[in-house]
């Protein structure tokens, strides 16, 4: 009966309940920006880690026919950057600035890079691809270098005076051959074999320098052609030689396969990861 008589009650209002102080909504939209920015920051930070070049990994190697056409350039401009310049006058002054000796030993590390890229295409047994690819870019390496020396030592005594004695002029000119292989593509590949890991790309990397070198070089001489020590088409020649095999070190894992062959098909099901090394 008294409940009867009792006034109905009146529903809550949902907009009082609802309701948010100015201020909370405003920082609320503040804090719900700033995290959107925050994300996205670190959504472009992981796109730029992944674009990233990663030297632990080998070169895909998607386009053998590049890489190819690549791998023929060095040959045919090593070949015929090594004819022009061993043979006539050009072979003359060659024979008098790296001495008899120096020319012998430069004309075998032209032959052992050659046959580095002969190696770099043939479909070699895995067992035995990676020792005779040791050995052979050791060989040009030491070739190479031992060819460069006599020339070296032989114009740092013949520049020595009273003041810098002799010696410590050949020793500069023997250190500085010796750091100039730190730019040189074949000895960051020998130390990825002997460590069994892909270092194509970080040897890609620092012979671009030699490359901008041989380009800077031709630029001056182009210029001022009565300083050149060297006509300026061998020069080319050698700048076009290291850029294909330069080009050749990005695009194909040289020490996992030869460049004659297809890449192969790699099936990897979902939630696989690699770490991009040869086996």
């Not at 590390?109 to 002969?118: E, I, P, S, Y």
């Not at 030689?241 to 894992?253: E, I, K, M, N, T």
Request: with cysteine; proline share 7%.
């Amino acid at each position: 009966m008294d409940d009867e008589t009792l006034a109905p009650q009146e529903a809550p209002d949902d907009d009082l309940l609802n309701w948010v102080p100015p201020e909370l909504e405003q920082r609320a939209i503040l804090t719900a920006e700033k995290d959107a920015g925050i994300y996205r920051s670190k959504k472009i930070q992981r796109k730029r880690k992944e674009k990233r070049l990663d030297f632990g990994k080998p070169p895909a190697g998607r386009n053998s026919k590049l890489a190819l056409a690549f791998l023929l350039g060095a040959a045919l401009f090593l070949a015929l950057g090594t004819i022009l310049a061993a043979t006539g006058a050009n072979g003359q002054q060659a024979m008098q600035d790296k001495t008899q000796l120096g020319f012998a030993l430069w004309m075998s590390g032209k032959a052992a890079v050659l046959c580095v890229l002969l190696l770099f295409f043939l479909p070699l047994d895995k067992a035995i691809r990676r020792p005779v690819m040791l050995t052979m870019i050791l060989a040009s390496l030491i070739f190479n270098a031992a060819g460069e020396l006599p020339g070296a030592m032989q114009t740092a005594a013949a520049g020595a005076t009273g003041e810098v004695p002799t010696e410590a002029l050949v020793a500069i000119a023997v250190v500085g051959t010796l750091l100039g292989l730190v730019f040189f593509p074949d000895a960051w590949l020998l130390l990825g074999l002997a460590r069994r890991r892909s270092s194509e790309k970080l040897a890609a990397v620092l012979g671009c320098v030699p490359v901008l070198v041989c380009l800077l070089t031709v630029i001056t001489d182009l210029i001022k052609p009565e300083a050149a020590k060297r006509p300026v088409y061998l020069t080319a020649m050698e700048g076009l030689q290291l850029g294909c095999y330069v080009a050749l070190l990005f695009s194909w894992p040289v020490l996992d396969r030869p460049v004659s062959t297809n890449p192969p098909a790699i099936n990897i099901s979902e939630g696989e990861e690699t770490d991009g090394q040869p086996e």
